[in-house]
């Protein structure tokens, strides 16, 4: 199609903690540990949040949602991609498509692609054939292979005129 495309990147880490599930994507998985964060340590939703400002070219997440400011402590994530979407949309963009990767050992995600995946579509505004998700094990090695850490990678491509 016709128009101006960009793309932007996303990366996130949050340290494991008490608990015993993880926000990914906008799905309460089951983990057997929680994850450290000011909101809900959506680790997924971070990153595409970031891919999305990235591709609109308006900062990062937190020049937008302040973990110092009051009004975001224990916001659920979907809240900052909303906000993200919006102010791409704002400028005229709208996305194009979301791939992102989720890198932790553990729990094995396959079973849960297809929620996260459409979690994203939905909090995102797109058709779930427009987003995919990939999950990495870090072979046993660093803070997320040894389950000290989640991290997550997005990028998204959004399109104007
Ligand atoms: O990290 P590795 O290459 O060994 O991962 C192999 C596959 O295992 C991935 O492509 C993914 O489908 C799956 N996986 C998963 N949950 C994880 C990590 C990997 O389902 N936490
Ligand atoms: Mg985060």
């Given at each position: 199609m016709p128009g101006e495309y960009r793309t932007g990147l996303g990366w996130d880490v949050h340290r494991t903690g008490a608990g015993d599930s993880i926000w990914l994507g906008?799905?309460?998985?089951?983990a057997g540990y929680g994850l450290v964060g000011h909101s809900d340590a959506d680790v997924l939703l971070h990153a595409?949040?970031?891919?999305?400002?990235?591709?609109?070219?308006?900062?990062d997440i937190g020049m937008h949602f302040p973990d110092t400011d009051p009004k975001w402590k224990s916001a659920t994530s979907d809240r900052f991609l909303r906000h993200a979407v919006e102010l791409a949309r704002g400028q005229g963009f709208e996305l194009v498509n979301v791939d992102c990767t989720a890198?932790?050992?553990?729990?094995k995600?396959?079973?849960h692609r297809?929620?996260?995946?459409?979690s994203i579509a939905a909090i995102a505004g797109l058709a779930p054939d427009r987003?995919?998700?990939?999950?990495?094990?870090?072979e046993n090695v660093g803070a997320v292979g040894e389950g000290r850490s989640v991290e997550a990678q997005a990028t998204v491509t959004v399109r104007r005129g």
């Open positions: 906008g799905v309460r998985i089951p595409i949040t970031d891919a999305v400002l990235g591709a609109a070219a308006m900062g890198v932790l050992e553990r729990p995600l396959k079973d297809d929620a996260i995946r459409n987003v995919n998700v990939k999950f990495k094990t870090a």
